[in-house]
């Protein structure tokens, strides 16, 4: 697992690159102080990413880490009240679940997020934080990744090729997944809180999907 770990660290911080070189290229940049996409509730991001998170979060100063992890506890408490995610069930296995917890969270704003719209967590963050913004197209204007709206340009994948990365981001899931004696189901979803507050690792295995409880940090 740390190799693989390792791999994926390595493959965001190529993807960052690659982002910000077609990025400038194309002129493309945020609104400034722009921090909408963190404060409109939650979205989805893979187990691989949420791994990621948890083994990197030690690198973060310890008064930062104590902050997101009991804002993104309370953050959990408040939609197991509201019967939109359990820390029970924390892996959101079909696009209905991932759309339905996205709605019931709307007004929630991501736990790294601090008040003057900085992530606090921003040299982890997952890697749809690294990309989400301007629309990516392909050959005859395929999209290959929807973009926020607020960009006035888009990005070509000749120059940022998302599918490529997604393709190596998706052979470590897979690795990831075989390893931990998984046949099937190698590609499931976590949100953010989840990531922050709960050890997802037992996850990666058959057994544990019997698993029906987590721990707090
Ligand atoms: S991890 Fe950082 S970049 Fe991603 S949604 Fe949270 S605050 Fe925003």
């Not at 390792?6 to 910000?20: C, E, G, K, P, Q």
């Not at 008064?63 to 009240?81: G, K, M, P, S």
């Not at 939109?84 to 996205?102: E, G, V």
């Not at 301007?134 to 940022?160: I, S």
């Given at each position: 697992?740390?190799?693989?770990?390792?791999?994926?660290?390595?493959?965001l911080?190529?993807?960052?690159?690659?982002?910000?070189?077609?990025?400038?290229?194309?002129?493309?940049?945020?609104?400034?102080?722009?921090?909408?996409?963190?404060?409109?509730?939650?979205?989805?991001?893979?187990?691989?990413?949420?791994?990621?998170?948890?083994?990197?979060?030690?690198?973060?100063?310890?008064?930062?880490r104590?902050?997101?992890?009991?804002?993104?506890?309370?953050?959990?408490?408040?939609?197991?009240?509201?019967?939109?995610?359990?820390?029970?069930?924390?892996?959101?296995?079909?696009?209905?679940?991932?759309?339905?917890?996205?709605?019931?969270?709307?007004?929630?704003?991501?736990?790294?997020?601090?008040?003057?719209?900085?992530?606090?967590?921003?040299?982890?963050?997952?890697?749809?934080?690294?990309?989400?913004?301007?629309?990516?197209?392909?050959?005859?204007?395929?999209?290959?990744?929807?973009?926020?709206?607020?960009y006035?340009?888009?990005?070509?994948?000749?120059?940022?090729?998302?599918?490529?990365?997604?393709?190596?981001?998706d052979?470590?899931?897979?690795?990831?997944?075989?390893?931990?004696?998984?046949?099937?189901?190698?590609?499931?979803?976590?949100?953010?809180?989840?990531?922050?507050?709960?050890?997802?690792?037992?996850?990666?295995?058959?057994?544990?999907?019997?698993?029906?409880s987590?721990?707090?940090?």
């Amino acid at each position: 697992m740390k190799k693989i770990a390792a791999n994926y660290s390595r493959l965001l911080r190529d993807i960052s690159t690659s982002f910000r070189m077609a990025s400038e290229k194309h002129q493309v940049t945020c609104r400034s102080g722009c921090f909408e996409c963190c404060a409109k509730g939650f979205f989805d991001i893979t187990l691989l990413d949420a791994l990621h998170i948890r083994d990197n979060l030690k690198k973060v100063p310890a008064h930062i880490r104590e902050r997101v992890v009991e804002t993104a506890n309370a953050q959990l408490d408040l939609l197991e009240q509201k019967g939109a995610f359990f820390r029970s069930k924390p892996l959101l296995a079909s696009l209905a679940a991932i759309d339905a917890l996205s709605r019931r969270s709307a007004k929630m704003r991501c736990p790294a997020l601090d008040e003057r719209g900085a992530c606090l967590i921003y040299e982890i963050r997952p890697l749809i934080c690294r990309i989400y913004g301007p629309t990516v197209r392909g050959p005859r204007r395929a999209v290959r990744l929807t973009g926020c709206g607020y960009y006035q340009r888009e990005l070509p994948d000749r120059d940022f090729p998302l599918f490529s990365h997604y393709a190596v981001r998706d052979r470590l899931m897979k690795e990831m997944f075989t390893r931990a004696g998984r046949q099937r189901l190698w590609e499931v979803d976590t949100i953010i809180p989840a990531a922050l507050a709960l050890d997802l690792e037992p996850w990666l295995t058959p057994a544990a999907l019997r698993q029906k409880s987590f721990r707090k940090r």
